[in-house]
């Protein structure tokens, strides 16, 4: 059910699909409507306090800043991850058949100073083939000040960063970290509402939020091919509800964790 009083359906133009694959990121401007924010912020804050607490700089980044599957805690989030308008978005970068990925908050509280270094996500998720995207929708207006993200327009060219990691630093699930050249970079400040969308391959990274009176809130959605396979599990599928089109893998056509 499309919920428009909460989301702007559109379709990218001739332009906009020359500028994704010749940068690698766009931004799309009030993907949500006043409401719809008001409505996301409202259930996905009631989700985190359940679980989270204020920063603690003693606690890891996975503690301080993530939420995992809060599609499951709010059903604006639901509704948006599964029916909302990045959806066909996706189907216009990805192709026809599309699952969803990942779903968590990505919060950088106040007080939350810690930088994020320059990484892929493909990084932390392997997945082949290698068109899976990447959508992060502002929650607030989200800047310099108040650890907004950055990135290297056109990094993505440069295909999947291979980064050793031994068995402790999987264990812990420890930054990957990769080199980049910090003059490249441009800061994605958006507005709440706005939605950016970037290349798995896409080098980025977020410094620390400095504000002493704004939190830097983002909902994180991930998109792939719905054949897509985890390369650092076997090449098994990646699971995740089926969101548009068909899969050859009856694991992800038969997917229950997201219904």
Not at 174 to 203: P, R, T, Y
């Amino acid at each position: 059910m499309k919920h428009t009083e909460f989301f702007n359906y559109r379709k990218l133009t001739e332009d906009e699909l020359k500028s994704f694959n010749e940068n690698g990121f766009l931004v799309i401007k009030g993907i949500l409507t006043a409401e719809g924010v008001d409505k996301m912020q409202s259930e996905s804050m009631a989700a985190w306090g359940r679980e989270k607490e204020s920063f603690d700089p003693g606690k890891s980044w996975l503690q301080n800043s993530l939420l995992v599957n809060i599609h499951h805690q709010s059903p604006t989030v639901r509704d948006y991850y599964f029916e909302g308008p990045l959806v066909d978005i996706a189907s216009q970068l990805i192709g026809p058949n599309i699952k969803g990925a990942t779903s968590q908050l990505t919060f950088k509280m106040r007080g939350n100073t810690k930088p994020f270094g320059w990484h892929q996500d493909n990084g932390y998720g392997e997945l082949d083939p290698y068109n899976a995207l990447t959508t992060l929708t502002a929650l607030d207006n989200t800047d310099r000040g108040n650890g907004c993200l950055w990135l290297i327009p056109g990094s993505h060219k440069q295909g999947q960063i291979k980064v050793h990691q031994d068995a402790e630093q999987k264990q812990t699930q420890s930054e990957i970290i990769v080199d980049a050249d910090d003059s490249l970079a441009v800061a994605m400040e958006m507005q709440a509402g706005d939605a950016l969308i970037f290349n798995c391959w896409m080098l980025h990274k977020s410094d620390g939020n400095y504000s002493s009176d704004r939190d830097r809130r983002i909902l994180f959605l991930r998109y792939a091919d719905a054949d897509a396979v985890e390369v650092y599990n076997d090449q098994k599928p990646r699971l995740g509800r089926l969101v548009k089109g068909t899969t050859r893998f009856d694991e992800v056509r038969e997917f229950e964790g997201d219904i």
